[in-house]
């Protein structure tokens, strides 16, 4: 195996070597439950979701956790707004996010770790920080000494002294100094909390993944994945964390996917631009969604327009037609020639372009390029008057396995008819023979009010949806 892997922390690609041979320990940053997901949360699902699949693929037994932030300002806030526990939001929203991601066809991670049920280990983990001195307490708050951790920079490739504050650490009288970020926060009247030996309060949202990734794996990972926005301050903080207190290095490559713009401008709410993942699966396939995230490079800037989606849309419809063809063509073939050798060299070479793509830092636009090869050669073999059933088998086979392995599904759930809908094919297709040909146009039209349209090709009665 040779996959390389762009390590943020080095700024190059590295070949990827596990710490146990043949097995992966990858965490994910995962959301902060109060709201349902947006398609810029959805891209590291779908990213690293793929990246997990690949490494399955490519024979590696996957560890894969993902956590959820149950404890935070935001929701806290939220929860107050709507009159609801801090508990009864997450879990909705929770909820909602498996929903989400279901949908978008990622797989739940082997653990999906809350903050809420690491309480007594984070407590134990500040309390480690305190002692070695790289914490300390003030007026129930406890903070952690960034200067006193040499290597803070080191990921994002700043020095300590040029860096600015992130959004969620604010300078306070409270704090030795500016840099300084929270490891707990003293509780505020109302507001949810747990006891700690320096004072009852909540923690602070960097120390939690620090916790999370220790409780599950231990000292070192082989990958820490998350969002651009993610590597400072948040992703610099954890690794301060967990390396004063283990003294060991955290993760060995860290992986960080570009950000999403919406029509060229950047999302946010104040531009009326916020698109949620719940409310734009109502209105394009899931998968369409899927497709389009992996035709660009996870590292890469993705630009979220109607026109590049309708785009992606029609690529995974020929991907999809080139399969359906194959399936009506082999129900039908009467092998009255051999298997060339030649058709099966074109498969077996986009396996391999496909291998070397996603082993190059897990590139699908490549990958994808190389099911276009599949399909573009199936698509011509399909245009003979004589196939052989072992190559259409290998066409079919090929398509399926690779697009398994990006998540992608080849059939939808819309397209499988029902009985009805397969009588009055059956019908139709009698009443042609029978020269009925009223009663023929009659069905046709019934199936088009019900938004299924009938296509007659050389492999067979086709339908798609309207």
């Known amino acids: 195996m040779a996959i390389q892997i762009f390590n943020s922390l080095s700024r190059q690609k590295e070949l990827f070597k596990p710490i146990e041979e043949g097995k992966v320990r990858m965490y994910v940053c995962g959301p902060t439950v109060y709201n349902y997901i947006h398609i810029g949360n959805a ?8 990246v997990r699949r690949y490494l399955t693929y490519r024979g590696y037994e996957v560890d894969y956790v993902s956590n959820f932030t149950d404890v935070d300002d935001k929701i806290i806030k939220v929860a107050h707004e709507l009159g609801e526990e801090v508990s009864e939001l997450t879990e909705r929203f929770i909820a909602a996010y498996f929903e989400d991601i279901t949908a978008l066809g990622a797989e739940k991670a082997n653990a999906h770790p809350r903050v809420t049920d690491h309480m007594d280990e984070i407590i134990e983990f500040i309390a480690v920080l305190i002692e070695k ?49 929270a490891l707990w926060k003293a509780a ?18 960097h120390i939690e993944c620090s916790v999370m990734v220790h409780s599950h794996f231990g ?40 950000y999403i713009n919406i029509d060229n ?30 035709s660009v490079h996870y590292r890469n800037p993705i630009n979220f327009a109607q026109d590049l989606v309708e785009a992606a849309a029609n690529s995974l419809d020929r991907l999809r037609t ?64 004589n196939t052989n059933a072992e190559v259409l088998t290998a066409y079919k086979t090929a398509l399926e396995e690779l697009m398994l392995v990006l998540g992608l599904q080849l059939a939808q759930d819309e397209d499988l008819l029902d009985e009805e809908i397969d009588a009055l094919i059956a019908e139709r297709q009698q009443a042609r023979k029978d020269r009925d040909f009223a009663r023929s146009d009659e069905i046709r039209d019934l199936l088009k009010a019900q938004n299924i349209i009938l296509e007659d090709t050389r492999q067979g009665v086709r339908w798609k949806r309207g």
Do not use: C
């Open 265 to 294: 401008e950047k999302m946010s709410k104040s531009l009326g631009n916020f698109i949620l993942v719940h409310d734009i699966i109502q209105q394009i396939d899931p998968q369409v969604l899927r497709f389009f995230m992996l």
């Open 43 to 50: 891209r590291p699902v779908i990213a690293y979701d793929t």
């Open 322 to 385: 080139s399969h359906k063809n194959l399936e009506h063509r082999l129900t039908a073939t009467t092998n009255l020639v051999a298997v060339d050798p030649a058709e099966l060299a074109i498969i077996e070479e986009a396996r391999a372009y496909f291998i070397e793509s996603m082993d190059d830092d897990f590139n699908t636009a490549n990958a994808i390029s190389a099911l276009f090869n599949i399909s573009t050669a199936a698509n011509k073999y399909l245009n003979e008057a």
């Open 219 to 258: 000292d070192t990972i082989d990958i820490h994945a998350g969002g651009q926005d993610l590597k400072f301050p948040h992703h610099e903080n954890e690794i301060a964390q967990s390396e004063a207190f283990t003294d060991k290095k955290f993760s060995n490559y860290w992986m960080h996917n570009g």
């Open 133 to 181: 001195e790289y914490a300390y307490v003030s007026e129930g708050d406890v903070y952690y000494r960034t200067r006193k951790f040499k290597n803070y920079g080191q990921l994002s490739h700043q020095s300590v002294d040029d860096l600015k504050i992130g959004a969620r650490i604010e300078a306070g009288t409270k704090k030795e100094d500016a840099l300084d970020f």
């Open 188 to 205: 505020k009247p109302g507001e949810i909390s747990w006891q700690a030996p320096w004072g009852e309060g909540r923690p602070g949202w």
